[in-house]
């Protein structure tokens, strides 16, 4: 499989994945684009994504769609996408945050050399545990928003289409790893650390015990990266597959 094609097969089945969870919904338009409303109002859980048939009127959709549930979203404007959306979109606030960029590991760099103790793949006793690293490494603070985004975490963990990973030290999740597998690539999501535990090698430490624990997958791994995660995926041999603008209403995303 095209490698571009197979890491849009695992985007649009992640963001389906997560209009599934509990509080969630679909908006669907002619396949595969899709608006899905992950129950939470955080615009970096909820996602508009338009393939190259998607139409003025499928976005306005969108917007109307989110706007009912009070949540913000982002969509990542496709290349294949008509380029009269980003025209529209920003016509109703939702403007150009961002360049995110997809990438590629090709089955050859799946190094992985040995296993690291260190990485668990999370069980159901600990799906609760792991929602709640995800949210702190992503900045989330302790409190009520914490607790309200377990199930949701839960949810995720254990989805049949994902597998979920964390690095434990001194029994506590320090990085969190979500992957979404599809039948023609692995895709990662929710790769992050906890704030104070940063610029430690964790996030090395947690891709190394991933890619030892994927090899046996035989199937490539893709993810779309931020600005501040690009340098980190290109020095463990990621290529980049395309730059995809990123519009939200939302100014943190």
């Not at 990266?225 to 990621?238: I, M, S, V």
């Not at 597959?241 to 100014?251: D, K, N, V």
Request: charged content about 20%.
């Amino acid at each position: 499989m095209d490698i571009s094609r197979a890491f849009y097969e695992n985007f649009f089945s992640f963001a389906a994945m997560l209009s599934e969870a509990p509080h969630g919904a679909a908006l669907r338009f002619a396949p595969p684009s899709l608006a899905a409303a992950s129950g939470l109002p955080y615009a970096g859980e909820n996602y508009a994504v338009f393939a190259e048939n998607a139409s003025i009127g499928d976005a306005a959709s969108a917007i109307s769609f989110f706007k009912e549930r009070q949540a913000d979203f982002i969509a990542p404007l496709l290349p294949h996408a008509p380029r009269s959306l980003a025209d529209f979109l920003a016509e109703k606030g939702i403007l150009r945050r961002e360049s995110y960029t997809s990438m590629c590991l090709p089955l050859e760099k799946m190094r992985g050399e040995y296993p690291n103790r260190d990485v668990v793949r999370i069980v159901e006793k600990d799906f609760a545990r792991w929602a709640a690293a995800v949210w702190r490494a992503f900045g989330g603070a302790e409190g009520e928003e914490e607790k309200n985004y377990e199930p949701f975490g839960s949810y995720l963990a254990a989805h049949a289409s994902n597998s979920a990973f964390a690095l434990e030290k001194n029994a506590e999740f320090v990085s969190t790893a979500l992957i979404h597998e599809t039948s023609g690539a692995l895709g990662l999501y929710y790769f992050a650390t906890l704030p104070r535990q940063r610029r430690r090698g964790r996030a090395a430490e947690l891709m190394d015990g991933l890619l030892f624990s994927l090899r046996a997958k035989e199937k490539p791994l893709v993810l779309l990266a931020t600005p501040a995660g690009l340098p980190f995926y290109l020095k463990y041999g990621f290529a980049a597959i395309e730059a995809l603008p990123i519009y939200s209403a939302a100014e943190d995303i």
